[in-house]
């Protein structure tokens, strides 16, 4: 009761605030007194993978940019490649604009999977803006027998029980349909490639460099530190033109003969129940995110590439992929 | 430059009178977060994040790095030395590795050696810091190559060890203990199965996806149990209050913790470095391991000092072997070292294998500064021994509702949800009658931890080697545990059947 009752007060004191806030006629044009409390970031996974380190960054900058006064912090939930966290966050916080949470496209293919599907998806949210583009990296250790993906390839399609193929994620999600997909372009059955998951893309490369995994997909921004100290190689990226940096002589898949490539989006959700007044100051400030030196530095230290859509423009653009992503696992026989 | 020119000048950096004081703020805070039970080490660290980049925004990059980081560490293992106290004295764990101090710490409290307890789990978890310390600073390369090297064969062989070790934590009767563990493992089941993706007796309950919380159902079993207990039985009408004795431990029982501690340190130290075991193992592994060599294995459960000693040291030794793989590879090995790599992050400070090369500075001034620390934690701890011993002279009708108060307010810190809320209540009934009964509870907490570990890395290993279980006996360092596990179970039956006495398969 002195929850309900401390929450009765807070609204009746946010009502008293946006009251007083018209009544002295506000000209700064903020949208009531959102936001007022500390702003959790939720990143799906654990600590170490892409999406962690999203959260990370755009907290980080938020903060650093005065772009956001309020102290914002990430948590990590782990589990079920995200649908654990989108249960929770559709059941308990779908009025709580005081949770956001980074996604990319397991939001899209835990909804469309058959096996360990979430009941929620997107939809059960509000997209509110699309920050970076990734792409998936097919990697191996450094002292590994595999020189190039079309050695990988071979070797999968003469036997697939040889290779260990290892990701962050269970299969059906994200790591596994890079992993397999390579694969899958190349002519092997993608169901007969051995998958095995670890809870988050730190785990898998930690199974890599310890031998207990032979390639492993993941994408580029996980990679990148290890591939710097010469601890592993990356054989493949997923984009379609080759990448600068650290990534200068890794040959995308479509240089090496194989047709595929897949773009990681990132984006920033927020819940379904979202005022308009609340949509806005994050599509506001999101996009001075993205127009910031801060947040292109910070790009830059992690290899992200930007791609900013608004809220409306990522809805749409999320419609579209989903319908890509429906094709591809109904092509693995693992749509719903 | 070698290791001891390094560690210098990581001294020189620590011993800076502002890092001395970040890293004395770090342990006092982290003392206060292991003695409140709900705010663990994990939400302590994450919710100093903000407040130390405030701290340390006036200094330059590197340096205010190292100070963060030096603050945030002191508030994990501070956190690692609190945790005990309210395990000893009000039976109530206030983190997941302090659950097995329960066993023996809070006998020893109703017996009036609250403070001997104190002080040895003071004294164990300083040389236990050391020795990790130590460790780190020797052995952190190589060991960092083991680690990774343990893959899923290896872990599943070890939780398997772990689980026929069970035997440790049984009361009267062996078939009640395995009963406990089973019940555990079952638990264990509910919520989303990590390795699939599959919901498993969740019954489309979203509440249940993110399977049963841990700390709940020790704290309701374990404190709650225990003030039923004492309601129901009306002990509190006895006007028997616990005296403290004194308040350091006698020379006997220094002389008894000695090789428990330096057991605990060893044990606590190599647990931590794989990712993903913990402190929590660390401590029951080292409880078990003592009551199995012991000559008078039935005092454990009883208050034996030992049973203090041990998990205290091994917990906090885990804490210090958790940061091998964190500052060589980048890989954290605990939620809490999780959480400190990304404060690391947050200053532009990538821990990963190129960590002590490109940021020397804040590596060994971490290191540096845990020594430090360590021993500003024995200082400050052993003066608290005295008065947080008092709380054990509180009358049972005042303390009692502390330790329900106690409960739901650190069950609901960690969770936020009034779900948690009945579970607690309803473990805290389950724990009363299981103790009635005498179940043990300690085997159904440790199978909790050790059921998804057990079987995501099974399957792991499984799907490796296409389903051959020849896998676990084709790794060496696998094949000897499940020796040493095979071992465990078939001696003692052996020299039973040779007319020996054994305590462990002695049945009620």
């Known amino acids: 009761m002195a929850f309900k009752n401390w929450k009765l007060k807070m609204g009746l004191l946010t009502i008293a605030a946006s009251v007083t806030l018209t009544a002295c006629g506000d000209a700064g044009g903020k949208s009531g007194d959102y936001p007022s409390k500390a702003i959790v970031v939720v990143a799906p996974s654990g600590a170490g993978g892409g999406w962690d380190k999203t959260a990370r960054s755009l907290t980080k900058v938020l903060s650093e940019a005065k772009l956001v006064d309020q102290t914002m912090t990430v948590e990590n939930k782990p ?231 608004a809220s409306a423009d990522f809805t749409k653009f999320l419609e579209d992929q989903e319908v890509l992503i429906k094709d591809m696992l109904t092509a693995l026989g693992m749509a719903k | 430059m070698s290791v001891l020119n390094f560690l210098a000048d990581g001294f020189s950096s620590a011993l800076q009178w502002h890092n001395l004081l970040f890293a004395f703020i770090g342990v006092l805070i982290g003392t206060a977060v292991g003695v409140l039970p709900g705010i663990g080490p994990m939400s302590g660290v994450a919710l100093l994040i903000p407040v130390t980049a405030t701290m340390t925004g006036g200094q330059d990059p590197a340096s205010a790095a190292t100070s963060a980081i030096i603050l945030l560490a002191g508030v994990y293992y501070g956190a690692m030395y609190g945790g005990s106290t309210t395990s000893i004295l009000l039976n109530t764990p206030g983190e997941s590795s302090s659950v097995v101090t329960t066993l023996d710490g809070y006998q020893m409290a109703r017996q009036g050696r609250a403070g001997a307890a104190l002080s040895i789990s003071a004294i164990g978890s300083f040389a236990a810091g050391i020795f990790s310390l130590l460790a780190l600073v020797l052995l952190a390369e190589p060991l960092s190559n083991l680690a990774i090297k343990f893959g899923p064969a290896e872990y599943f062989s070890l939780m398997l060890l772990g689980l026929a070790a069970v035997s440790g934590l049984a009361g009267k009767s062996m078939t009640k203990a395995l009963i406990m563990t089973v019940m555990g493992l079952l638990l264990a089941t509910i919520g989303m199965d990590n390795v699939s993706g599959v919901a498993r007796f969740t019954y489309d309950f979203p509440i249940l996806y993110g399977g049963l919380e841990f700390l709940t159902i020790a704290v309701g079993l374990f404190a709650l149990g225990e003030v039923f207990k004492t309601i129901i039985n009306r002990e509190y009408q006895a006007g028997e209050i616990a005296k403290v004795g004194r308040v350091l431990p006698t020379r006997q029982d220094l002389k008894a913790s000695a090789g428990p501690i330096a057991r605990g340190s060893v044990l606590g130290f190599f647990i931590g470095v794989l990712p993903g075991a913990g ?97 500003m934690l024995l200082i400050l701890n052993m003066p608290l ?105 078939v001696v003692p039956l052996l020299l039973k059947m040779r007319g020996k006495k054994v305590l462990v398969n002695e049945e009620a």
């Open chain 1, 79 to 309: 589990g079920g490649g995200g649908a654990v966290f989108l249960a929770e966050y559709v059941a308990q916080d779908k009025k709580n604009p005081y949770k956001l949470f980074v996604s990319s496209p397991p939001i899209l293919i835990n909804n469309l999977k058959k096996e360990g599907n979430s009941p929620y998806g997107y939809k059960d949210t509000t997209p509110l803006a699309q920050l970076t583009k990734d792409y998936g990296a097919i990697v191996v250790k450094a002292d590994s027998k595999y020189a190039d993906i079309n050695a990988v390839m071979n070797d999968l399609k003469a036997d697939p029980t040889k290779v260990t193929v290892a990701g962050g994620s269970s299969p059906g999600s994200m790591d596994h349909l890079i992993s397999v997909l390579p694969a899958y372009k190349f002519g092997v059955d993608p169901k007969s490639v051995k998958y095995v998951s670890y809870d988050g893309g730190g785990e898998a490369i930690a199974a890599l460099l310890g031998n207990n995994a032979d390639v492993i997909g993941t994408d580029i921004s996980s990679a990148a530190e290890y591939l710097k100290a010469g601890k592993v190689r990356v054989l493949a990226v997923t984009s379609a033109e080759r990448l600068s940096g650290d990534f200068k002589d890794v040959p995308t898949l479509k240089e090496s003969g194989i047709d595929a490539e897949f773009t990681i989006w990132r984006g920033v959700f927020g819940p379904k129940e979202i005022s308009d007044d609340e949509k806005a100051y994050w599509e506001k400030t999101l996009k001075s995110l993205n127009d910031s030196e801060e947040w292109k530095k910070e790009l830059q230290a992690n290899a992200w590439e930007p791609e900013f859509r």
């Open chain 2, 385 to 489: 021994v005295k008065v947080f011993a008092k709380i054990i002279e509180t009358p049972p009708r005042y303390l009692l509702p502390i330790i329900i108060a106690i409960s739901v307010f650190g069950v609901y810190a960690v969770q936020y949800t009034t779900f948690d809320l009945l579970l607690l209540i309803g473990c805290g009934i389950a724990g009363y009658f299981l103790t009635k009964n005498d179940y043990p509870l300690a085997p159904l907490v440790l199978g909790l931890v050790l059921g998804p570990m057990i079987e995501n890395n099974m399957r792991r290993a499984l799907t490796g080697s296409n389903g051959d279980f020849s896998v676990f006996l084709a790794k060496p360092l696998s094949a000897a545990f499940l020796l040493v596990a095979v071992l465990w179970l």
């Open chain 2, 279 to 375: 402190a929590t193992l660390a401590s029951f592994f080292s409880y078990i391991i003592e009551k199995k060599i012991s000559k008078n294995p039935a005092k454990f459960g009883k208050g034996a000092i030992e049973g203090v000693a041990a998990p205290e040291s091994a917990n906090n030794a885990a804490s210090g072997g958790a940061m091998v793989p964190l500052l060589t590879l980048g890989i954290p090995g605990s939620g809490t070292t999780a959480i400190l790599m990304g404060a690391l992050i947050m200053y532009n400070v990538q821990p990963g294998p190129l960590l002590f090369a490109d940021h020397p500075e804040v590596a060994w001034g971490l290191i540096a500064s845990m020594f430090i620390g360590n021993l």
